[in-house]
């Protein structure tokens, strides 16, 4: 199964990521959001950052996990290389989610190609169909 797909949009940003869990899909699109901006296969996951966010909905928490890997690249030069044992709990006013992200700190031995400066909720869809497929544009 392939795990995103950058899809054409006219200014920003586009993808969707796919997952036989929720949990995977949004690890993927974690990565694929990456991907516009580094490739995430080449960096060494040399250190770790755990994330915990919470959220109304499915989309809102989708947003701000992927904001989490944003605000770790502005203000730690943070570059993820891969999404470990994500986890996705309903709760009483929403859900939550943990992650453990590994990747390495910018340094001369990786490109940047690109700056994603926000997520927005822009046709951000979650469908599930044997399997869940996230749709996200971000702001470049």
């Not at 990521?17 to 995430?40: H, K, P, Q, R, V």
């Not at 605000?71 to 943990?98: C, M, N, R």
């Not at 940047?112 to 046709?123: C, I, N, P, S």
């Not at 169909?129 to 470049?140: H, I, K, N, P, R």
């Amino acid at each position: 199964m392939e795990r995103y797909r950058i899809l054409p949009h006219t200014a920003d940003g586009k993808f969707q990521a796919y997952g036989a869990t929720l949990e995977e899909a949004f690890g993927n699109a974690a990565l694929a959001m990456s991907s516009l901006m580094w490739d995430w296969s080449k960096v060494e996951p040399r250190g770790r950052h755990f994330v915990h966010v919470r959220g109304i909905d499915r989309e809102q928490l989708l947003v701000k996990f992927l904001g989490e890997t944003i605000y770790l690249f502005e203000t730690k030069q943070f570059l993820l290389a891969k999404v470990d044992g994500l986890k996705i709990h309903p709760e009483f006013e929403g859900f939550s989610l943990e992650a453990l992200l590994g990747g390495d700190t910018l340094s001369d031995r990786y490109e940047l190609f690109g700056d994603v400066k926000a997520v927005t909720y822009h046709e951000l869809k979650i469908e599930e169909c044997g399997g869940f497929t996230v749709q996200v544009v971000v702001d470049m």
